[in-house]
């Protein structure tokens, strides 16, 4: 198992988050605009090696509803992908919202996107999980489901 740590999001980790999410979601990254008060203002959360080596991010906000969040963005970085540390990262990070207070988590995921439907769909991580698939969710083809956790 990789050693690793998660620390929040800070405002000045912006641009090099820009950089990667250009990378790994290309046209459905997230823009500065949006990103920015994100980091600001959300619950977002750096991967961290044993180095303090970047290796993965979660960008989080919060929903209108008490206690509620939505997953956003969730990356593991090219290098260490496919290697067992998504279930790794995603399970700190629950585990990292759960201190927070947070009861439910929310986020959607696209239907061929099979690593990350196979974390997030774990039964030993929640109490309950919802699922819809929701046709044409960001536009034409662009199909997503849409998961609701209680934590
Ligand atoms: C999705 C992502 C976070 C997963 O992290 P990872 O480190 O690459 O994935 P892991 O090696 O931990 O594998 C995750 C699960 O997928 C399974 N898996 C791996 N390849 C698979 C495949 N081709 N088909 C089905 N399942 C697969 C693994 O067995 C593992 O399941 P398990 O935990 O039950 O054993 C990472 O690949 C990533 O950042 N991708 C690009 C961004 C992205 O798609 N983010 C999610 C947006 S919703």
Redo the contacts with the bound molecule.
């Keep these: 198992m990789t050693r690793i740590s998660l620390r929040p999001a800070q405002t000045k980790d912006c641009e090099r988050l820009l950089d990667l999410e250009d990378s790994?979601?290309g046209k459905h990254c997230n823009h500065i605009y949006f990103l920015k008060p994100l980091l600001e203002y959300g619950q977002s959360y750096i991967l961290e090696g044993k180095h303090g080596e970047w290796m993965?991010y979660a960008l989080i906000f919060h929903e209108s509803h008490a206690n509620s969040v939505h997953l956003l963005s969730?990356?593991?970085l090219p290098p260490?992908?496919?290697?067992?540390?998504?279930?790794q990262f995603y399970k700190a990070l629950l585990d990292a919202l759960r201190r927070d207070g947070v009861a439910s988590l929310s986020?959607s995921?696209a239907p061929q996107?099979?690593?990350?439907l196979?974390?997030y769909r774990?039964p030993g991580l929640y109490s309950s999980l919802d699922e819809e698939l929701r046709m044409d969710y960001y536009g034409p083809g662009e199909n997503r489901i849409l998961f609701r956790f209680t934590l």
Excluded: E, S, T, Y
């Design positions: 790994i979601f993965g969730f990356a593991v260490f992908q496919g290697k067992g540390l998504g279930g986020l995921v996107n099979q690593r990350a196979a974390l774990n």
